[in-house]
T-cell receptor, first 115, second 113 residues
Framework: DVKVTQSSRYLVKRTGEKVFLECVQDMDHENMFWYRQDPGLGLRLIYFSYDVKMKEKGDIPEGYSVSREKKERFSLILESASTNQTSMYLC??????????????FGPGTRLTVT | AQTVTQSQPEMSVQEAETVTLSCTYDTSESDYYLFWYKQPPSRQMILVIRQEAYKQQNATENRFSVNFQKAAKSFSLKISDSQLGDAAMYFCASAGTASKLTFGTGTRLQVTL
């Protein structure tokens, strides 16, 4: 079974802190994604990566950056956390052969609260 | 660009009954895929069912089936013989030739005894 893990289930940070959310997948997937989930808005794509060192902006990249130094790890970085970044963050991965055909495999999510 | 619309924020169904969740989408791509994902209280997103747009036959997975109306850009999910474990948020999603998913806003399904 594909496993996608995220470093924390719950995280509380203060405004202005630099925050790292880590995601690791164990199936050698090329494609990895970061979403945020907010009530009434569904999941929105923040950033994605098709390969190591590659990154592309999603629909709401402002205030975020990412890092993909190793194939299995995709990090989401909040350079200076703000209260409007309080949200649920979901990581996902998928192999390139699937393209749009296959499912994305999701991690359990990190609920981030910025106070 | 793709958009996905779920117009039912909440639905309720009695155990053992059938419920249909609605989804409409819009896409400029000729080759695309549609999905229903389930998110139970544990928050783990799980793929329920997948439909390839070029296939006319509606996908079915056990008690879950879809009604795919390509011309109307409609992709509804039917859950038969509802069970308590079906209670969750359900998200409709679409993907084009790239791997990116576009999600709807979700429908919260309650299952009552």
């Amino acid at each position: 079974d594909v496993k996608v893990t995220q470093s924390s289930r719950y995280l509380v940070k203060r405004t202005g802190e630099k925050v790292f959310l880590e995601c690791v997948q164990d199936m050698d997937h090329e494609n990895m994604f970061w979403y945020r989930q907010d009530p009434g808005l569904g999941l929105r794509l923040i950033y994605f990566s098709y390969d190591v060192k590659m990154k592309e902006k999603g629909d709401i990249p402002e205030g975020y950056s990412v890092s993909r130094e190793k194939k299995e790890r995709f990090s989401l970085i909040l350079e200076s956390a703000s209260t409007n970044q309080t949200s649920m963050y979901l990581c996902a991965s998928t192999p390139p052969a699937n393209g749009g055909k296959g499912e994305q495999y999701f991690g359990p999510g990190t609920r981030l609260t910025v106070t | 660009a793709q958009t996905v619309t779920q117009s039912q924020p909440e639905m309720s169904v009695q155990e053992a009954e059938t419920v249909t969740l609605s989804c409409t989408y819009d896409t400029s791509e000729s080759d695309y895929y549609l999905f229903w994902y389930k998110q139970p209280p544990s928050r783990q997103m799980i793929l329920v069912i997948r439909q390839e747009a070029y296939k006319q036959q509606n996908a079915t997975e056990n008690r879950f089936s879809v009604n795919f109306q390509k011309a109307a850009k409609s992709f509804s999910l039917k859950i038969s013989d509802s069970q308590l474990g079906d209670a969750a948020m359900y998200f409709c999603a679409s993907a084009g030739t790239a791997s990116k998913l576009t999600f709807g806003t979700g429908t919260r399904l309650q299952v009552t005894l």
